[in-house]
């Protein structure tokens, strides 16, 4: 059993925002405030500085509709589920969705209170929320914050690496049609996660100051061409996977060329990623210059193979095949030349902060 930080901060959240209502005094407000720490804990600091003031708002009011509701026709179980439609009807109102849960946990919490003193009964209860959605945000910020650009490139490490074993075995005919098909569905769902992490590393820069705001935004720019990358390798393998038969009957010497030149931009896309990563220099990497008669040859093949098929075969099926393969290693490829470019860029300015992931063990999978 493993315990993370978001884990270790809800359990701290929840203790302090029961303390507090119970050290002030606030009777009955201690559940409402753990309630609402619950609901207010979020990934990143931008999404706890909304949160925050949505949720405030949304309880504000929520609690206010409770008020006139319970003042004006009583707490009937008909009259509470009218204030909830209310509620939830403004809410959408003011385009505050994800705060409905416990804008109506407010409102039926306040309005089936018992107590003569309604108005001072709503009113802590109203207060309790503000305390449960502020200790969230103080914990979620001040406690171990999150390292997402670790786990991300991680992440894309991890999932470029399982993507280039499926090519290369591909290429040489090493895989089962339906282990491959499986596990291609597996890597979709990794990049949906580079996705997400790629989403809470952009929330981390909006907080800092000017200078490594603009070093943390310039590091977004490469962290989203490097996904893209990963993705049209990953789009590269599915192509290969799909065509698998049309690959295995092209000409040996078709095959051994397409062999090579992905072993070229594949061994490419590692030694860039160790670039970012600050283990190759950044003026390293130049797989085009290199074997680029092979390039060249490649192309030309391409094209043969495309034509014969068609002229002498009359089998479009086949051409169809050698163009789309043909056309995702070159999509790869151009992926990869603007991905060196920005990477040598980016590791060549001196004001940037060193881009080192030295942690490479018991990273989340």
Known sequence: MRIGARTLKTGIAITLALAIPYFLNMQGASVLAAISAIFALQPSLKRSVKTLKDRVFANLIGGVVAIIMNLTLG?????VGLAAVLLIAILNQFNLG?????????????MMSPGDNFILSASIRILATFIGVVIAFLVNTLLFPPKYEEKLYHLIDYTTSEIMKWIRASVRKNIEYSILKKDLKWVKSELDRLDVYFSLLKDESTYVNQKKRIQNLRKVVVYRQIISTTKVAYNLAKILHLHENSFNHFPEELRIQIRERLETLMSAHEQILLKFNGRVSPDEVNFIAYKESLRTKLMQSFFDEASMEVEINKDYTQSNAVIHIMSSILKYEEYLLHLNTLVTSFKGNDWNPETQIDNIEHIEQ
């Open 75 to 79: 707490n009937h179980f008909m009259f």
């Open 98 to 110: 994800p705060v409905i849960g416990l804008a109506t946990v407010t409102l039926i919490v306040i």
